[in-house]
């Protein structure tokens, strides 16, 4: 049986006397190439659109589209950490970073996240809980996930078009056969992370 992430985590806190719960969530900590994105979401809880998963396991027409309602309906913000980000500070922090930049961006500041994963990033602006499989359980989470897996998408198609060849539009920068045979054949682009094993050992 599918199951869908809830509102329950929030209400909880809603009901403890939080006023204002977000969900932070992260995309591309795994490819070979791009940036970090992170995004966070601020659900009305009156208005909570259907749909809401981990970005995984979202219909791509579908994820689009809640891409493109979220931000009319909710206070969407998004951080990224660039390659070189990546890698100066490593991978874990980057993708903190990318979470802190998110929350900060806020129109209106959260006063508790919710964070995808087992770690909270130390500069995050507001007090948080971290939640394993977040993405699946918390909807505030998930809406973050979709607003962020949209935007590293969007972007690596972008750079795709720009450095054709490493299938970028496919694979967003994992390190799929087709990418790392490019690689191989066509050399390190100024996207690719270069702290990563299979680019730093080619260099």
């Known amino acids: 049986m599918k199951t869908f992430p809830t509102f329950d985590l929030e209400s909880e806190l809603y009901t403890s006397g939080r006023a204002r719960i977000i969900g932070v969530d992260e995309v591309g900590r795994g490819p070979l190439a791009g940036p970090v994105v992170a995004a966070a979401v601020w659900l009305d809880p009156g208005n909570i659109p259907d749909g809401l998963n981990d970005s995984k396991k979202v219909p791509l027409k579908l994820r689009n589209a809640l891409a ?17 980000e990546i890698d100066e500070l490593n991978i874990l922090r980057a993708s903190h970073l990318a979470m802190e930049r998110a929350v900060a961006g806020l129109d209106v500041s959260a006063d508790f996240a919710l964070v995808d994963g087992n770690l909270i990033p ?20 998930a809406a973050a996930s979709i607003v962020a897996k949209v935007r590293r998408d969007q972007l690596m198609l972008s750079l795709a078009q ?42």
């Not at 493109?68 to 950490?81: H, K, N, Y």
């Not at 720009?162 to 087709?178: H, S």
């Open 68 to 84: 493109e309602l979220l931000p009319q309906i909710a206070d969407v913000s998004i951080g990224e950490a660039s390659v070189q």
């Open 122 to 141: 130390r500069d995050l602006a507001v007090p948080a809980r971290a939640v394993v499989k977040g993405d699946a359980i918390s909807q505030s989470i």
């Open 162 to 203: 720009q450095y054709p060849g490493y299938g970028w539009e496919k694979n967003q920068g994992y390190p799929t056969k087709a990418h790392r045979e490019a690689l191989q054949n066509l050399g390190v682009t100024p996207h690719h992370r270069r702290s990563f094993k299979p680019v730093h050992n080619m260099l």
